[in-house]
């Protein structure tokens, strides 16, 4: 029986993390992003138990008490987001590889629970091109652009905590880097005595 | 600068490792495999520097001394294998990757000098396959055979001190599977760090 890997996938913003996930989600290899909890009202368009689970703030507190997620932040204004363990773990025993969407300080939180956890960081291709992402429509004012950059520096500086960095210039490559590590993950020993446990059985009966 | 990464491979004789090398070897990808120093004479057709380098056993003694060999082995009938330290070392700062065609026992001396080398373990698809490729020809007594058979599953039992497991059941599957190992493998992070130092340098700049 096959096993999923559990991911963390982080980036600045301005990295092109999201379009890399929905590319990969269209491939027929077995994946899927975990949803996350959360407290805020739903956007226009937000769809339950695709965008996020929503739930009430003593709802979300129970599912605290109760240890069921991985992590979870309270963030600026007063709402909560986590990321609900069973769920994951149901998909990983059914072989299919699990993409936690998160920042740096969610990844902290994952890797002192899951310590096998695989963490994949997207470096966007250069300064001059993450600026012009930040910039946007250039209709914000100076002072949220530089906000966002000291935001995207503080997420950058922390790409060592991370298996393995990929670094955004030609989007068909970086999707063929992401592949291959989940290809490779694949591979290793542990995942692959699981997948062949009867063939390796049967090749070393004396 | 990118770094080439070192890899030892090891397999059952019979998995087809030989085939695999050869036709990686073929690749684009930056790679070649680690010519041992032996003392044993040249057979027909074996070319110095290719094949091996042959030397006397004074010459491989000397050697031994200078502790030039991250592994080395004096095999029965007394000629001594071994693998030298100074020329791999050359390759994998150029970014070249290199292989180690080795067995358990090398693997495990070479895992104490030099910690962060990946192992790649190659099986066979099935014990009637193994079988069918040990007994080749059908020229060899019972007893030949049954020693072979012995000695691969000496040599598979040891399969779990290595990184990855690759099953040679598709040969062009097992190519790709070990091309998706060096790909991801060279997307690491620190293998990444030193060969996007500039970018990252100009990213994290305040």
Redo the contacts between chains.
Sequence with gaps: MAQGNLYIISAPSGAGKSSLISALLKDNHKMKVSVSHTTRSPRPGEVEGEHYYFVSVEQFEQLIDNDVFLEYAKVFGGNYYGTSLPMIEKSLAQGIDVFLDIDWQGAQQIREKVPDVKSI?I?????VE?ERRLIGRGQDSEEVILDRMAKA?DE??H??E??????NDDFEQALT?I???L???Q???RT??LR?QG??T?????
Tied chains: 1, 2.
Excluded: G
């Design positions: 960081f470096l966007p291709p250069s300064l993450l520096q950058m500086s790409y060592t991370y298996d393995y960095v990929v670094v880097d592949r291959h590590i290809s490779a993950e591979l290793k020993t692959q005595s062949y063939l390796i049967e090749l070393l009966a004396k």
